[in-house]
Structures are given as C-alpha cells and as structure tokens.
T-cell receptor, first 112, second 112 residues
Framework: KAGVTQTPRYLIKTRGQQVTLSCSPI?????VSWYQQTPGQGLQFLFE???????NKGNFPGRFSGRQFSNSRSEMNVSTLELGDSALYLC???????????FGQGTRLTVV | QQQVKQSPQSLIVQKGGISIINCAYE??????FPWYQQFPGKGPALLIA?????SEKKEGRFTISFNKSAKQFSLHIMDSQPGDSATYFC???????????FGTGTRLLVSP
C-alpha cells in the first residue's frame, strides 16, 4: 500500500508570492491533517479535513488555507509568503476519527 | 494548557543501553498519547501509542509508561541500537486523534 505522498518535495519562493502544496493520502483514508515543522516552533497543527470539510484549525493566520477534494486528496495554500513561512510542511492521513495518523515526507518550503 | 513538555532535549546512550524520554501535559482532556520517530529528511513515523486507561504498553523494544495522576508519560527504548538514532516526539490529542499537540523533540544518539 502506498504511503502518504506530498508534492513537491522542495520549493523555493519569493516573499509576497503564494504557494500551493499537495497531499495524496493513503488509499481509503478520509482524514488529512497538515502540520508545520520549524526548528523554533517545532511541529504545529495547521488544519484537518475530513470528507471535504475542515474539522479543526490551528492558530495560524488566514494566509494559510486548505481544501480537500472528493478523492480525499488535499491541498494547502499560503498566500503573501513571509520569510517566517520557511518550514517543512507535513501532511498526515488517517482512515477516520480516532485512528492513527501517518505522515508523508513533507514539502520543504524556503521563502527568500 | 495545550502544551506538551518533553525532556531531555538531547540524549546520548551506549549501544545496548536504555533510552528514556519523558513528557508532561496539563490538559486533562487529552485522551491519546502517541510517540513518533523522525529521521532527517523524513516525516514522523508512528512508533507506539497509549490511551489513559492503560498504565503501560510494550511493543518490541519500545515501552510507554503512563502516569495519569502525575500527567506524565515516558518512552523507554530497551537495548538501544545505533539505528535508533533519530529525533523522538511525544504528542497528545483530544477531539479524536487528528489534532496532535507535539512535544519539542528529543534528539537521540546511540553510540556504537
């Protein structure tokens, strides 16, 4: 069974630009969560989608948004990029509620 | 109250020794406590998890000890091996398993 696939793996963007990251969950998984990992703040929850609906949201500004499609694939978008948005963005998928989360390898975003 | 405090920040253990990582939490609503292992360039991988109705859970060389009254839980890695050298994160969640609050991580080095 294929794992969680995140694309692209690496991305370099300029301040002020926007970026879209993609996540394909494990087949059959309906929940997708996104996390930001930085050396300073560690792993922080961004949001979770289940059956195309956002169920939970972390404490991030509105520049961070996401969506989930009917095939459970998810995208997250960051608009008006700031230097501090440089991070590893991780996607995790789960079969549903109260089940283990499996992480992808992440997308390394560098904002210059 | 949403924090999970993890210690130590780094740990060096000789091959064959026991590695012990500790975490403490404040939010008594947390009802799921997983441990993740992360290698450089990879996403976190679920190692073992426990729920508060159990005081200990063992899977192979990995054991979680859970003290509900003290609001603490720990990971023990028995017979530590150089291949265990990685960063370990404890986490906790409520509202199902999908919104994980992570500790700050412990960088483990197992010397040959």
């Amino acid at each position: 069974k294929a794992g969680v696939t995140q694309t692209p793996r690496y991305l370099i963007k300029t301040r002020g630009q926007q970026v879209t990251l993609s996540c394909s969950p494990i087949s059959g998984h309906r929940s997708v969560s996104w996390y930001q990992q930085t050396p300073g703040q560690g792993l922080q929850f961004l949001f979770e989608y289940f059956s195309e609906t956002q169920r939970n949201k972390g404490n991030f500004p509105g520049r961070f948004s996401g969506r989930q499609f009917s095939n459970s694939r998810s995208e997250m978008n960051v608009s008006t990029l700031e230097l501090g948005d440089s991070a590893l963005y991780l996607c995790a998928s789960s079969p549903g509620s109260r089940t283990e989360a499996f992480f992808g390898q992440g997308t390394r975003l560098t904002v210059v | 109250q949403q924090q999970v405090k993890q210690s130590p920040q780094s740990l060096i253990v000789q091959k064959g020794g026991i590695s012990i990582i500790n975490c403490a939490y404040e939010n008594t609503a947390f009802d799921y406590f997983p441990w993740y292992q992360q290698f450089p360039g990879k996403g976190p991988a679920l190692l073992i998890a426990i729920r508060p109705d159990v005081s200990e859970k063992k899977e192979g060389r990995f054991t979680i000890s859970f003290n509900k009254s003290a609001k603490q839980f720990s990971l023990h890695i028995m017979d530590s091996q150089p291949g265990d050298s990685a960063t370990y994160f404890c986490a906790a969640s409520t509202e199902g398993f999908q919104k994980l609050v992570f500790g700050t991580g412990t960088r483990l080095l197992v010397s040959p």
